[in-house]
């Protein structure tokens, strides 16, 4: 391969030679991943947008939240196994711009429930592409610091889906349909799209690697033995927490407290700021002192914090036990990351494939537990998350990753 300064090289990782283009990696695979979660994390209040425009209760909140997080599981492990195999990542990373765009720009134009549910679906598979790719990039070309680098993406997304996402479409909602308002957030979508046309040979390389069925096979075989599957119910669990309190939360700031749209998008957004800005501190310290006594601990307290969701009805204690578990749930996702990768060392987009599939695919079933449960009382949706954020604590000590045995690092 020859290599160019204006390209990333991965067979020479964290090459001090290459800090400015690690840099501009990084700045513009952050920038990248905050659009398109800008454009998917509309989800959160455009579910109950559209449920309310039919008549629909928190069942098909949960439905539409869930089916996009199956949609975008379904997509994570090809989307990996293509990207360990392609030889421009970068054109790939394009793409999903455009299937972002014109995937959530169909939805508003179809009629009825599963059709509009369908579309969603389909757009969010435009986003999910987005992860391994960029993911696994990052960490083959700077894997003494995956934690970090993995946490700073994190924050791109987080801003886009968490912040950006819920406080714009509030405000949209205020004024238009949601069909208007989910068109309008089409539009960073098709502008970065446009720019990428120009970022995307910049960060592109040849892979060595070719993943075929036995090798995939030698992936998997990592995540069947029993630290593996236990690692996979521990992912599982933790992010059917942090979805049953997302997908509950506008809803329930609507019909219990009375906030419009836009005052129940700006809590949203307030309430993930902190978790958010953390990520990239807290995967640095887990790079230095290890992966298993940041996750134990801080999911440890927001398994009490989401307990005190549940408990509390007036305003300000619900309002900072919910703060408090989301936050600590949110900051911790890269350290997860990072260790599930540690788990397998083997074809980092591919793992990465794998682990997002399982986080947001299986994972999403915790919008579908909350939608139900909430539809008798939405303290029990809260109630749920923390018997769901206990039991990874009790599954990740089950299975042999708290021991302390020290963190390896691949160059592969």
């Not at 391969?1 to 283009?21: A, F, K, L, V, Y």
């Not at 509309?42 to 309310?52: D, R, S």
């Not at 990592?222 to 939360?249: D, E, H, K, P, Q």
């Not at 506008?250 to 307030?270: C, E, K, N």
Request: net charge neutral; charged share 10%; aromatic share 8%.
């Amino acid at each position: 391969m020859t290599r160019t300064d204006s390209r990333i090289d991965p067979e020479r990782p964290d090459d001090p030679g290459t800090g400015g283009g690690n840099r501009f990696l990084l700045g513009a695979l952050s920038a990248g991943h905050l659009v398109n979660d800008w454009v998917a994390g509309t989800i959160w209040l455009i579910a109950p947008a559209i449920a309310a425009s039919m008549g629909l209760g928190p069942a098909e909140i949960g439905i539409i939240i869930a089916v996009n997080g199956f949609a975008a599981g379904l997509t994570y492990i090809p989307a990996g196994m293509i990207a360990d195999r392609a030889s421009n990542s970068g054109v790939l990373m394009l793409i999903t711009f455009w299937w972002v765009a014109v995937g959530y720009f169909a939805s508003t134009l179809m009629p009825g429930f599963w059709l509009v549910t369908l579309f969603l679906a389909i757009g969010v598979m435009g986003d999910a592409f987005w992860h391994p790719v960029a993911t696994g990039v990052l960490v083959k070309t700077m894997p003494t610091r995956r934690g970090q680098v993995l946490g700073i993406h994190a924050v791109g997304g987080s801003v886009g889906a968490e912040i950006l996402a819920p406080i714009t479409i509030g405000i949209l909602l205020t004024y238009f349909t949601w069909q208007t308002s989910l068109q309008i957030a089409t539009i960073p979508a098709v502008l970065m799209g446009v720019l990428f046309i120009f970022i995307a040979p910049k960060i592109s390389f040849a892979s060595k690697k070719s993943i075929r069925t036995d090798k995939l096979g030698k992936i998997l075989s990592a995540w069947t033995t029993r630290r593996g599957v236990l690692m996979m119910g521990m992912m599982v669990c933790y992010n059917m927490s942090l979805f049953a309190m997302l997908s509950m939360t506008p809803v329930t700031l609507q019909q219990r407290y009375g906030m419009s749209a836009f005052d129940s998008s700006v809590m949203f957004a307030s309430m993930l700021v902190i978790g958010t800005l953390f990520q990239p501190f807290i995967g640095k310290l887990s790079d230095a002192a290890g992966r298993s006594r940041p996750i134990v601990v801080i999911i440890s307290l927001a398994t009490v914090c989401a307990a005190g969701a549940g408990m509390f009805e007036v305003f300000i204690p619900f309002m900072l036990s919910l703060i408090c578990a989301v936050s600590l749930l949110t900051a911790v996702r890269p350290i997860i990351l990072a260790a599930a990768v540690e788990l397998s060392e083997k074809s980092e987009s591919t793992t990465l494939g794998i682990v997002f599939a399982v986080l947001d695919g299986v994972g999403a079933l915790g919008a579908l537990v909350a939608g139900f449960a909430g539809e008798l009382d939405l303290a029990f949706a809260f109630m749920i998350s923390a018997v769901l954020s206990m039991l990874s604590i009790v599954l990740y000590l089950s299975s042999g990753m708290a021991s302390g045995q020290p963190v390896h690092h691949s160059n592969a």
